[in-house]
């Protein structure tokens, strides 16, 4: 038995090979011109562009479509200047102890340290958030298929969405993050996930010279 109720598939369109091709093709220009960026802009970014770069998260699939995250756009200067104060006494522990030789040598090209003024100086901070199991009007738990697999795929539909508006971003990591549920006030059910920096680069902002792998390297043909 189903309680299944479908409609025609809405929206999709046939394109001629050669337009698929080239739309590809410019889609392919368009990611490779994405950058994550450590040096922002305090100029402002409009709310409007912010929320709608997270509907297109919001379009993401998702476990049994229950679309298991929460996403907390955070633009109040006392909640950042909390947030940095937080991130950085974490990443102070990882930097200076934590962290095992090997993996801040893997981090030694991207020329990063415990110092996050990012976290200030950028418009907006969205905190995304993976929810380990819902929690219907009345209380009662729904549980969450696939979530981190969810939210990665959402996450990474947020970004894409965000450079294509023309802005940069950032996805940062501070390890733990729990603080984050403490500062914005979310629920024990809510993990955090990752915490992305979004705004202009700082007029002269600088990126690590390294390279994306080549197709052959990332990619299987049988
Ligand atoms: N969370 C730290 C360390 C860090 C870890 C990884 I994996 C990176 O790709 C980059 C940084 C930080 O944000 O500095």
Same mark, same amino acid.
């Given at each position: 038995?189903?309680?299944?109720t479908?409609?025609?598939?809405?929206?999709?369109?046939?394109?001629?090979?050669?337009?698929?091709?080239?739309r590809?093709e410019?889609?392919?220009?368009e990611?490779? /011109?994405?950058?994550?960026v450590?040096?922002?802009?305090?100029?402002?970014?409009?709310?409007? @562009?912010?929320?709608?770069?997270?509907q297109t998260a919001?379009?993401?699939?998702?476990?049994?479509?229950?679309?298991?995250?929460?996403?907390?756009?955070?633009?109040d200067?006392g909640?950042? /200047?909390?947030?940095?104060?937080?991130?950085?006494?974490?990443?102070?522990?990882f930097y200076?102890?934590?962290?095992? /030789?090997?993996?801040l040598?893997?981090l030694?090209?991207l020329?990063?340290d415990?110092?996050?003024p990012?976290?200030?100086?950028?418009?907006? @901070?969205?905190a995304?958030?993976?929810?380990?199991?819902?929690?219907?009007?009345d209380?009662?738990?729904?549980?969450?298929?696939?979530?981190?697999?969810s939210?990665?795929?959402a996450?990474?539909?947020?970004?894409s969405?965000?450079?294509h508006?023309? @802005?940069a971003?950032l996805?940062?990591?501070p390890?733990?993050?729990?603080?984050?549920?403490?500062?914005?006030? /979310?629920p024990?059910?809510?993990?955090p996930f990752?915490?992305?920096?979004?705004?202009y680069?700082?007029?002269?902002?600088?990126?690590?010279?390294?390279?994306?792998k080549d197709?052959?390297?990332?990619?299987?043909?049988?």
């Open positions: 038995m189903t309680d299944a479908f409609i025609p598939l809405p929206g999709f369109v046939t394109y001629p090979e050669a337009e698929m091709l080239e590809a410019h889609f392919l220009s990611a490779k /011109r994405r950058r994550t450590r040096e922002f802009s305090d100029r402002p970014v409009p709310r409007a @562009l912010i929320e709608t770069c997270l919001g379009t993401a699939v998702s476990g049994a479509n229950m679309q298991p995250w929460q996403f907390v756009a955070v633009q200067r909640i950042k /200047r909390d947030i940095r104060v937080a991130a950085e006494a974490e990443e102070r522990a200076n102890g934590k962290a095992p /030789r090997e993996w040598d893997a030694a090209p020329g990063t415990a110092n996050k990012f976290l200030e100086t950028a418009p907006w @901070l969205i995304v958030f993976q929810q380990r199991f819902g929690v219907l009007p209380g009662r738990r729904v549980k969450h298929y696939y979530a981190t697999e939210v990665g795929i996450t990474g539909l947020l970004i969405a965000i450079h508006a023309g @802005l971003s996805t940062h990591t390890s733990p993050m729990k603080f984050l549920n403490r500062i914005l006030g /979310r024990r059910n809510e993990r990752l915490l992305l920096v979004v705004g680069p700082a007029p002269n902002a600088t990126v690590p010279d390294i390279g994306r197709l052959t390297d990332i990619a299987t043909f049988v």
